[in-house]
């Protein structure tokens, strides 16, 4: 298959010798554009939710379609593939995934990888853009409504992203991201079941375009907040992400966050196989198809020897 992205990259690998800076902390900076919008936006969500019982099958499926695909352009592209490198995709693979991606809206692929390759390079520090140190309100959404910590650019600065700043629908997504997220996070999902099967222009707006996006969002989030706090860590018991089944199902496979920090370049972001990793599923499909190849996989020798070595006592074989 050719112009699969062909590349492995360091820079998503934990930096054990980074130290925070001493003294006291920058003072919070709220944005109050980001808090006024994301209210606005989780109420809609809201009155999406209590109409629910009215809406067509048509519409809830299509909701459904829509989920899945702004939840593959992240599992599948922003984190697996881009932020990741986990396996190698096709330049069809590549268009459908950043068109997916700009139905989920969480800032175009080039940052969404940037802020993540940050996050596991200074997991739990000043530099990482959502430090689950400060609390689950703050890891989940407070950080996008906040200025950043000055280290977590300072640090981000740092990176190369050649490979991403190599990749041309990295880029042309970034170039044209507003137009690509008004077409298919809000006009799509909007016109579809109002021209095809006349349900309302307003619950067509309020379903599967509002209420979708924000269950999204807080399916992501979750992974930055509940799967860095809640859950064992048979992997290594000396970081915070843990395996947290619930964030798993919600996210299509991503919460097996444990597994995922200790071994962040295989693409299953978990040891067993497809259970609540629609993801790999997904990856797997296109393998077959011919449009994905070279899944980075970690052998059972070095998961058991690293389950020993580092796990809480809590793996399935202990
Ligand atoms: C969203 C993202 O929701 C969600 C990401 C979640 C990640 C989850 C990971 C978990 C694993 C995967 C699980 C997937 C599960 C999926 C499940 C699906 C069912 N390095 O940003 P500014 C530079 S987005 C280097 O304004 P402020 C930047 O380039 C939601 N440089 O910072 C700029 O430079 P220049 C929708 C960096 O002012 C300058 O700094 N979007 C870095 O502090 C200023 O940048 C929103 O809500 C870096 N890391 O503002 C909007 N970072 O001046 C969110 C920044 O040269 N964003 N720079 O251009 C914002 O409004 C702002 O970024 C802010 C911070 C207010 C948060
Ligand atoms: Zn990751
Ligand atoms: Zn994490």
């Keep these: ?22 003294g006291p902390k920058p003072p919070v900076q709220i944005v109050w554009r980001n808090v ?22 048509l519409t809830l499926l299509w909701t459904g379609v ?40 969480q800032n175009d692929i080039y940052e969404w990888a940037r802020d993540h390759r940050v996050h596991h390079k200074f997991s739990e520090t000043d530099a990482d853009p959502h ?20 280290e977590v650019i300072e640090k981000g600065r740092k990176l190369e992203l050649a490979d991403l700043k190599a990749d041309g629908v990295v880029m042309f997504q970034r170039r044209h991201y507003k137009l690509s997220v008004a077409v298919m996070c809000f006009l799509i999902p909007t016109f579809v079941p109002w021209f095809f099967w006349e349900e309302s222009l307003l619950t067509s707006y309020l379903v599967p375009c509002l209420l979708r996006y924000t269950v999204v969002l807080n399916a ?18 000396n970081i915070n992400p843990r395996e947290n089944k619930f964030v798993a199902f919600s996210a299509i496979g991503e919460g097996f966050h444990n597994y995922h920090h200790t071994f962040p370049h295989d693409y ?3 040891e067993f196989g497809s259970r609540l990793n629609v993801t790999k599923a997904f990856i797997d499909l296109m ?6 190849k070279d899944c980075r996989r970690v052998t059972r020798e070095t998961i058991m020897a690293r389950v020993k070595r580092t796990g809480d006592g809590s793996h399935k074989s202990g």
């Design 220 to 237: 992501t989030w979750l992974v930055n907040s509940a799967a860095h706090m809640w859950g064992m860590r048979p992997y290594d018991h």
């Design 287 to 292: 393998c077959f198809f011919g449009l994905a």
């Design 131 to 150: 430090n689950a140190h400060r609390g689950f309100f703050f890891s989940h959404i407070g950080w996008l409504l906040v200025r950043k910590h000055p």
């Design 268 to 270: 299953a972001t978990s």
């Design 66 to 105: 829509c989920f899945m695909v702004s939840a593959l352009g992240i599992t599948a592209g922003a984190h697996r593939l881009w932020s990741h490198r986990s396996y190698k995709a096709s330049m069809p693979l590549r268009i459908f995934l950043a068109t997916a991606n700009s139905m989920a809206f």
């Design 36 to 57: 006024i919008l994301m209210s606005l936006l989780h109420l809609g969500a809201l009155y999406g939710l209590t109409i629910l019982p009215s809406v067509s099958t």
């Design 1 to 22: 298959m050719k112009e699969m992205a062909e590349t492995t990259i360091t820079e998503d690998v934990y930096d054990d010798a980074y130290e925070e800076k001493p």
